[in-house]
């Protein structure tokens, strides 16, 4: 092969390395399928077709990061989860992202998408993180906004597991 071949072929290479870098590492950001399960139970919707029971026996997770940002945010742990329907309606889904302060079993932040709108809090409130118990996220009537209208709420009420391997220290 031709040097400025191999150069091509090279730099080509570590385009795609830093490609793949600067989205998280291609797929490291998506949930992979496990044999975890998840149920909970949207109630109070603004969007009365939101209301209803969700679960999944087959959960997507990641992995959880530990993440310490700049600025003034604290340092937290992170991972996201897929793969919930509706009960009885299976095109209506969800999934979410779970932000928690390590060392602790308090909440930071929750993201959660149900049926196409991202509702969030940033309240302990409601929340219960048992990393030593029962290993989930424990919600109970927890209330969340949309991310994108005040005006749209909903409440939440069931269990999102932790993922079971490579967690980092204190989380």
Do not use: H, W
């Not at 940002?69 to 742990?77: H, I, L």
């Amino acid at each position: 092969m031709k040097t400025s071949n191999k150069m091509l072929l090279g730099t080509l290479a570590i385009a795609a390395a830093l490609s793949l870098s600067a989205c998280g590492g291609g797929n490291d950001d998506d949930p992979s399928a496990t044999d975890q399960n998840a149920l909970y139970t949207v109630t109070a919707a603004t969007n009365a077709n939101l209301n209803g029971v969700y679960g999944s026996t087959a959960l997507g997770l990641t992995g959880v990061d530990r993440l310490n940002p700049v600025g003034s945010a604290p340092e937290v742990c992170s991972f996201k989860f897929n793969n919930v329907s509706k009960v009885g309606d299976s095109t209506v889904t969800s999934f979410g992202d779970i932000r928690y302060l390590p060392n602790t079993n308090n909440l930071y932040q929750v993201f959660i998408t149900v049926g196409g709108v991202e509702f969030n809090s940033g309240t302990t409130a409601d929340v219960t993180v048992d990393r030593t118990g029962t290993g989930r996220i424990l919600f109970t009537n927890k209330q969340l906004g949309a991310s994108s209208d005040a005006t749209q709420t909903l409440r939440l009420t069931g269990a999102v597991p932790l993922p079971a391997s490579g967690v980092p220290v204190g989380c």
